[in-house]
């Protein structure tokens, strides 16, 4: 099983800037993904960022140049610097870890933390 314990969330103004991190414990594959997602009310969840455990990274559309994604393999964790923030950023966000193993993919998902931004 693995755990995933998202941070870093709360209120920031337009222009602003927040880091999110997530911490994952338990069985961590050496063929892995990990990713942020988001979920404004009303909107279908979405991919943010995802990053491979070789570094190689996608980014949506709407945050390429605005948020950056990283992480430490050493201490299984995923960030998330997130600049230049919007109202249309708002948003629960989700850290996620996808395990690969033969023909397999086991999906797992943090509990979400709260993003704000407003004047």
């Known amino acids: 099983q693995v755990q995933l314990v998202e941070s870093g969330g709360g209120l920031v103004q337009p222009g602003g800037s927040l880091r999110l991190s997530c911490a994952a414990s338990?069985?961590?594959?050496?063929?892995?993904?990990m990713a942020w997602y988001r979920q404004a009310p009303g909107k279908q969840r979405e991919l943010v960022a995802r990053?491979?455990?070789?570094?190689?990274?996608n980014y949506a559309d709407s945050v390429k140049g605005r948020f950056t994604i990283s992480r430490d393999n050493a201490e299984n964790t995923v960030s998330l610097q997130m600049n230049s923030l919007e109202p249309e950023d708002t948003a629960v966000y989700y850290c996620?870890?996808?395990?690969?193993?033969?023909?397999?993919?086991?999906?797992?998902w943090g509990q979400g933390t709260q993003v704000t931004v407003s004047s």
């Open positions: 996620n870890l996808v395990n690969f193993h033969w023909n397999e993919k086991y999906d797992y």
């Open positions: 338990g069985s961590i594959f050496s063929i892995n993904t």
């Open positions: 990053i491979s455990n070789g570094g190689s990274t």
